[in-house]
């Protein structure tokens, strides 16, 4: 009855990923080799959990995870295969409860940011940036970080003397190049202890405060303040008081850099594999989501998407990793490093479709007088 019940799986699961030109024991870069029979079953009853948990045990494999996941999510096999338990789940959790509330939110800290700064520093860039890279008129990570932060700095209009709060501060990379080229006064905060302790050794000698904090903690008023990467753990339920909160630390006269990965569309059920291996308790908003919460509180000055790019720094991620993982195989565990894998190709693959996007939103405090001036 068991091989009776896999056959009919097999039957099914092939025709979805044909569906989406993707042959089970093809050829091409994309096709998929099934290595345990178990997995046909595992995919279409746990959904995307139940896929990316058989990569990770190791029941099927692919040669250009990034280019499968393109044509999956192109065909809208992410959507179709969904709506299952887990998913359900995850939808009724994030209804019913603020999941990113104080000790929420502590959990992404604990679970990804603290996995280790020298895992982290071997993947990134010198700068460790952990966000999109803009990679117009260059192919190396490392200048495409720089183009980045250097953007975000002319952005804000930054200036000698002037007070940044940088909100979700990573390993301090931006605080760095803000107070080292552009001569401002910066704060920033991090709910990972591994982050606090990197990024205060990053700026050392530089008039730079790095603090581990919740944003819903701020009492001070800044001159600019910006958000990278950071909206995508707020949630729903907190994106109001997360505006509220910049715009009292927000100076009269500022300006509030907000970059974040956005979904196409309200609605979008989370990824549950996403949610429990990689950013737990993530959510992503949408472009409509992230200016309806600053609506009375800011002018939108700005919005800028180059989701493009995070496909080519997720790749340039993915082959950083792969190129150091002998370092770190014995301390994570093979399974780890699948998981890894899936995580940061199949990502590429969502941006390559163009499912996900990466906008920078400039918002003023009173209104740019006379106008803001796009860079």
């Not at 995580?343 to 405090?365: D, N, T, W």
Request: glycine share 10%; net charge neutral.
């Amino acid at each position: 009855m068991d091989n009776v019940h896999t056959s009919a799986a097999q039957a099914v699961l092939s025709n979805l990923l044909a569906s989406a030109d993707i042959q089970v024991g093809g050829g091409r870069p994309w096709d998929l080799r099934v290595n345990d029979p178990r997995f046909f079953r595992r995919a279409l009853t746990g959904g995307t959990l139940g896929f990316g948990e058989a990569y990770m045990e190791g029941w099927w494999d692919c040669d250009a995870i990034d280019e499968l996941s393109e044509r999956a999510v192109r065909a809208g096999l992410d959507v179709r295969r969904l709506l299952n338990l887990q998913t359900l789940i995850a939808l009724i959790s994030s209804w019913a409860f603020n999941l990113q509330n104080r000790s929420g939110a502590r959990i992404v800290g604990r679970r990804h940011y603290d996995l280790g700064n020298d895992f982290f520093e071997s993947m990134l860039d010198p700068a460790m940036q952990y966000s999109c890279a803009r990679f117009e008129g260059t192919d190396d990570l490392a200048a495409a970080q720089h183009r980045k932060l250097d953007l975000i700095c002319r952005k804000l209009g930054l200036r000698e003397g002037m007070s940044l709060l940088d909100i979700g501060c990573g390993w301090g990379g931006l605080a760095r190049h803000a107070a080292r080229n552009y001569g401002c006064r910066v704060v920033g905060i991090t709910i990972s202890e591994e982050q606090q302790l990197y990024a205060r050794k990053f700026c050392h000698d530089l008039p730079v405060e790095i603090r581990l904090q919740d944003y819903r903690d701020i009492t001070e008023t800044f001159d600019r303040i910006v958000s990278i990467g950071m909206l995508e753990h707020v949630g729903e339920k907190n994106y109001r008081c997360y505006m509220e909160t910049v715009c009292r630390a927000l100076a009269s006269g500022g300006l509030f850099l907000c970059q974040s990965i956005a979904y196409n569309y309200s609605g979008t059920p989370i990824d549950p594999w996403m949610s429990r291996y990689i950013f737990p308790h993530s959510m992503l908003p949408t472009a409509s989501q992230a200016t309806e919460a600053a609506e009375r509180l800011f002018v939108l000055e700005d919005v800028h998407n180059f989701g493009a790019d995070y496909d080519r720094t997720l790749m340039a991620w993915e082959r950083n990793f792969t190129a150091e993982w002998h370092r770190f195989s014995d301390r994570y565990g093979e399974r780890f490093g699948r998981m890894w894998r899936y995580y940061l190709l199949g990502c590429a693959g969502a941006f390559r479709a163009r499912s996900l996007q990466l906008f920078q939103f400039v918002f003023s405090k009173d209104g740019v007088p006379g106008g803001y001036e796009r860079l």
